[in-house]
């Protein structure tokens, strides 16, 4: 059993990201912070076409930096009527610097003439954790499927979230609280494969 918290590295600067995520891990002696946040930890280059390779590369290669574990994240949008685009490049999906407004801009444009009933997606996640020596030990994955509206609808999440409507709710994710989301979600429903294993492997519970 661990006497204080652990701390996890995630192999993100996105502090949406890190506040999403942070929070399964708040009943268990665990302290996940962003590599932003630690000196001298390189850029990722994500140069895989699977969300599992990428996740795998940056959870090693920040163990690697830290000398602490790591958790690596890799999530996109899939579109059906798009042939899963886009896919590993969700987050650049309008070139180099896109904001998640010209991502979503774009998406629409693409989607313009696909009627609603095409228009189905789903959110993909894929984690990895690396232990300090940079070997991958534990690695799950989470998907959470929807439909793509003509315009964005919330104020709440990030990315293509305002656009991804969950139709059992009738909202998007960005009309959905973080309550909710954190059960829905393709990110939740990872966490939810990875944590008891992450807990039982680390004595943390």
Request: charged share 25%; proline share 6%.
């Amino acid at each position: 059993m661990m006497k204080g918290p652990l701390t996890i590295v995630l192999a993100s600067r996105n502090r949406k990201k890190l506040r999403e995520m942070a929070e399964p891990f708040r009943k268990y002696r665990l302290e996940l912070v962003s590599a932003a946040d630690l000196p001298d930890v390189p850029e990722v280059e994500e140069g895989s076409d699977s969300f599992a390779a990428n996740a795998a590369l940056k959870a090693v290669s920040v163990a690697l930096a830290t000398g602490h574990w790591a958790l690596g994240d890799d999530s996109g949008l899939e579109v059906d009527a798009l042939n899963g685009a886009p896919g590993v490049i969700s987050a650049r999906f309008a070139g180099p610097g896109a904001t998640d407004r010209d991502n979503n801009r774009k998406l629409i444009e693409l989607l313009a003439d696909v009627p609603d009933e095409r228009r189905t997606a789903r959110f993909v996640c894929h984690l990895a954790v690396a232990d300090p020596r940079g070997q991958i030990r534990l690695e799950a994955d989470g998907a959470c499927r929807g439909r793509i509206l003509g315009g964005d609808r919330g104020a709440s999440g990030f990315g293509y979230d305002p656009l991804f409507l969950i139709p059992e709710y009738h909202r998007t994710f960005g009309e959905l609280s973080p309550a909710v989301k954190s059960v829905l979600s393709h990110r939740a429903r990872a966490f939810q494969r990875l944590l008891p294993r992450l807990v039982k492997l680390l004595g943390a519970c």
